[in-house]
């Protein structure tokens, strides 16, 4: 099975700071990862699939990079309402796994 | 609108056995594959297994395989999950989702587009 490693596990940041989480995976998984977001008590959300592309509706301030093993989501302007925990997910093969998590809280 | 509701939240003790629901309507629901996902109390996310709504073909993680059973009824646009006998260790949140994509016999290309609401599911003596 393919193991992601999500890092760090939790940051805190200011309103306006850029924010980057990196998503390693134990093999080459191609450009096949998804980020998601989940706010406390809610489903997750699908933000960026196929390790770049933004979903509809989604503020282009997230963006996701990377191919084959080293992946890198970034919020280029964080916003009060991006507090949340975040989520990789890889799709390559067989069971699909996610990342064990980041979670972005306010400094 | 797409829409995935689940049923309601379950207590239950060890050994029951239990069937929580997860309705998609708003879409075709034999266009998309349905995937379980667990979260369990204060951890992360946990891909549990995938089904073709008309029921042909589900695929299983080997950490749920046997544990569990997934299952759908496409007339009644239902998939399901299901214990024949819960453990304290199940407790859980369990979310349903649409997959935006396709599968083969060896993976599942996409998304989960859209997600339940989620089911708590607490088993507790």
């Known amino acids: 099975d393919i193991q992601m490693t999500q890092s760090p596990s939790s940051l805190s940041a200011s309103v306006g700071d850029r924010v980057t989480i990196t998503c390693q995976a134990s093999q080459d998984i191609n450009n096949y990862l998804n980020w998601y977001q989940q706010k406390p008590g809610k489903a997750p959300k699908v933000l960026i699939y196929d390790a770049s592309n933004l979903e509809a509706g989604v503020p282009s301030r997230f963006s996701g990079s990377g191919s084959g093993t080293d992946f890198t989501f970034t919020i280029s302007s964080l916003q009060p309402e991006d507090i949340a925990t975040y989520y990789c997910q890889q799709y390559d093969s067989l069971p699909q796994a996610f990342g064990q998590g980041t979670k972005v809280d306010l400094k | 609108e797409v829409q995935l509701v689940q049923s309601r939240a379950e207590v239950k003790k060890p050994g029951e056995s239990l069937k929580i629901s997860c309705q998609g309507s708003g879409y075709r629901f034999t266009s998309h594959w349905i995937g379980w996902v667990r979260q369990m109390p204060g951890k992360g996310l946990e891909w549990m297994g995938i089904?073709?709504?008309?029921?042909?073909?589900?695929k299983y993680s080997p950490s749920f395989q046997g544990q569990v059973t997934i299952s759908a009824d496409s007339s009644i646009n239902t998939a399901y999950l299901q214990w024949r006998s819960l453990k304290a260790s199940d407790t859980a949140i369990y979310y349903c989702?649409?997959?935006?994509?396709?599968?083969?016999?060896?993976?599942?290309?996409?998304?989960?587009?859209?997600w339940g609401q989620g089911t708590l599911v607490t088993v507790s003596s």
């Open positions: 989702a649409r997959q935006e994509g396709y599968c083969t016999p060896t993976s599942c290309y996409g998304y989960f587009d859209f």
């Open positions: 089904i073709h709504p008309d029921g042909s073909d589900t």
